[in-house]
C-alpha cells in the first residue's frame, strides 16, 4: 500500500528533526529540497498532518513530531483509516447489542477518536449497559468475533492486552442510568466526563495528558453544552475537577467553582498537557 503524500513528507520530516521542535521555514527548506513543494503546499501538508494527529502544533509556526508515530510504507495511519476501522466496529456492536434488546451506550475514546493527538494502536472501546445486562453483552460480542470483558480491573486489561493480537478491545461496564445516552452513543459531554473518570481512577490504560489534549481539541472545535458537562461530571462526583479544567479552557468567563480552596489532584496533569502542547 502506497503513503499518501502527506505522509510521504511526513517521512522526510521525521527523518530531519526527529522530535526536535521545528517551524514552518525549517519545513519548507526540507520540503522544498526533496520534493520542490512551495510554500503553499508546506502549509496544507502541515494543517493536515495535525488534523491528523501525526504532528502537534505547539504555538503558532511551531511544530514538533511526537516520538511514538512510527511511519511504514506498508501501514495507512491517515485518520480516514482509523475512522473507518472504529466506525465499522460501532456498527457491528450497535448491531448486536440492538438485536439482543440490551440497553447500551458507546462512549469515552469510542466517540472521542477523532480528537485525539496521537494515533491509538490499541482502542480500547468502553460500553455501558444497563445494570444486570453485562454478562449478557459480553457474551453477544463475544459471538460476534469482538473480545470484550465485564467490569475488569486496570490490571487485567494490561495482561489482556498482552496477550491478544486484536488491534481493539470492549470494556463493558454496568450502570443503572445511563445519562448522556443518544440512541447508543454518549454525548460528547458524556464521552469527555467518561474518558476523564476511567483515566484518572486508572480505570483503563489511557494517558491522562492525553486527555487534556482531547478537551483542549474539542472545545475548540464543538459547542459544549457546559450545563449538562457539569451535571455529568456530578453524578460521577467530579465536578469540581471539570470546573477547573473548563476554567483554564475558558479563561475568558471564569465559573464560580464548587470548591475553589481545594485543587483536585489530578487536575494539575490534565491542565499541564494543554499548556505544554500550546492548545489552549
Known amino acids: 500500500m502506497l503513503m499518501r503524500w502527506e505522509h510521504s513528507a511526513l517521512t522526510d520530516l521525521k527523518r530531519e528533526f526527529d522530535d526536535k521542535v521545528f517551524r514552518i521555514e525549517d519545513a519548507y527548506n526540507v520540503l522544498n529540497s526533496s520534493k520542490g513543494y512551495v510554500k503553499g503546499t508546506v502549509y496544507r501538508v502541515l494543517h493536515d498532518l495535525v488534523s491528523e494527529g501525526l504532528i502537534v502544533r505547539l504555538g ?36 448486536a447489542l440492538n438485536e439482543k434488546g440490551i440497553e447500551y451506550m458507546i462512549t469515552g475514546e469510542s466517540i472521542l477518536y477523532q480528537y485525539n493527538h496521537y ?8 460500553i ?21 470483558i465485564l467490569n475488569p480491573s486496570y490490571k487485567e486489561i494490561i495482561i489482556i492486552l498482552k496477550n491478544i493480537n486484536e488491534q481493539e478491545f470492549f470494556v463493558i461496564r454496568e450502570f443503572s442510568i445511563l445519562f448522556g445516552n443518544i440512541h447508543g452513543s454518549a454525548s460528547i459531554e458524556r464521552a469527555l466526563i467518561d474518558l476523564y473518570f476511567e483515566s484518572t481512577r486508572k480505570k483503563i490504560p489511557y494517558s491522562v495528558e492525553e486527555v487534556g489534549r482531547v478537551f ?20 460521577r462526583g467530579i465536578k469540581n475537577e471539570i470546573q477547573y479544567i473548563v ?34
Open 60 to 95: 503558532r509556526g511551531i511544530y514538533k513530531i511526537p516520538k511514538d508515530i512510527m511511519i511504514n510504507a506498508s501501514a495507512d495511519l491517515s485518520s480516514s483509516f482509523l475512522v473507518r476501522n472504529t466506525l465499522n466496529s460501532l456498527n457491528k456492536v450497535k448491531d
Open 119 to 126: 494515533l491509538s494502536r490499541r482502542l480500547i472501546h468502553l
Open 128 to 148: 455501558y449497559v444497563i445494570k444486570g445486562s453485562g454478562e449478557y453483552a459480553v457474551a453477544s460480542l463475544n459471538n460476534c468475533g469482538m473480545r470484550a
Open 216 to 235: 483542549s481539541k474539542v472545545f475548540r472545535n464543538k459547542n459544549i453544552n457546559i450545563s449538562s458537562l457539569f451535571m455529568l461530571a456530578d453524578k
Open 247 to 280: 476554567n483554564y479552557i475558558n479563561s475568558d468567563f471564569p465559573i464560580m467553582l464548587t470548591d475553589p480552596i481545594k485543587k483536585p489532584e489530578y487536575v494539575n496533569m490534565i491542565i499541564n498537557a494543554i499548556e505544554h502542547e500550546g492548545i489552549r
